[in-house]
């Protein structure tokens, strides 16, 4: 049966797919999901979503088949907004926790569909829940560790610069500078504000941080001596 589902497309009902709580991905472009629902009307769904078929066990009804989302998340809410009542999907047995996490954070990866704070949330899951180390990470995701590390770093950004950087406010590159200036709160956040307003380059950006780390390690306090 198992590897029926696996080499087969089933279509399956909506209301009988309950989401995935290992999404890594939280924000969706509301405009782009209505763009793709019009295209569903038109052409269908092109790619199956993939999902894990689930037998929940009731006192009064028997065995009662539901499905949990593994990947195609904005495929399902599209769906939704253009009124279908199925979709297809492969349907995947035997995965566990680490492996449905897996998928979606590949699956979304793979489509480019996680913003960078996403992208750190999800790989923080893989190392608090699943004990993933830096290199084991970078391997799953055919990234260095080096990468995995740097993503990682921005989440000791405050919410407010997390939340600019979600919204595409400030790029990932800008990240970089103000994550140098993670031990002096005050300048860090005069230089997220100049970023924001002035629409500093992360060039410019760069300049100023060095800046302030370089009076911060030459620069010496004045000493006064009482007598």
């Known amino acids: 049966m198992s590897q029926l589902y696996s080499n087969s497309i089933f279509w ?4 009988k797919i309950k989401p995935n709580p290992f999404q890594p991905r939280r924000e969706f472009d509301e405009a782009r999901l209505r763009d793709l629902a019009d ?5 269908g769904i092109l790619q199956p979503l993939t999902v894990s078929r689930i037998e929940i066990v009731k006192e009064d009804e028997g065995i009662v088949v539901e ?47 996680l913003n960078a704070v996403e992208r750190a949330r999800a790989f923080f899951r893989l190392v608090e829940e699943f004990k993933f180390n830096h290199t084991q990470i970078g391997q799953k995701m055919g990234k260095s560790r080096e990468y ?8 000791a950004l405050p919410q407010e610069m997390l939340d600019a950087l979600s919204a595409g406010k400030i790029s990932e590159g800008h990240t970089r500078p103000i994550l140098m200036l993670s031990d002096r709160p005050d ?14 380059t992360v060039r ?24």
Do not use: C, H
């Open 148 to 155: 995995v590390s740097n993503t990682l770093r921005l989440l």
């Open 187 to 200: 300048e860090q956040s005069v230089l997220f504000k100049e970023i924001m307003w002035k629409k500093l």
């Open 39 to 43: 295209s569903i009307r038109q052409y």
């Open 12 to 15: 399956i009902d909506i209301e």
């Open 67 to 113: 499905y949990e989302l593994i990947a195609g998340e904005r495929r399902l809410r599209a769906s939704k907004l253009a009124g279908l009542t199925q979709v297809p999907a492969i349907i995947r047995v035997g995965d566990d926790n680490m492996a449905k996490l897996e998928l979606s954070i590949i699956e979304n990866l793979q489509r480019e569909d």
């Open 204 to 227: 410019d950006a760069e300049k100023i941080a060095r800046k302030i780390a370089f009076d911060k390690v030459f620069k010496k306090p004045l000493v006064r001596e009482f007598t």
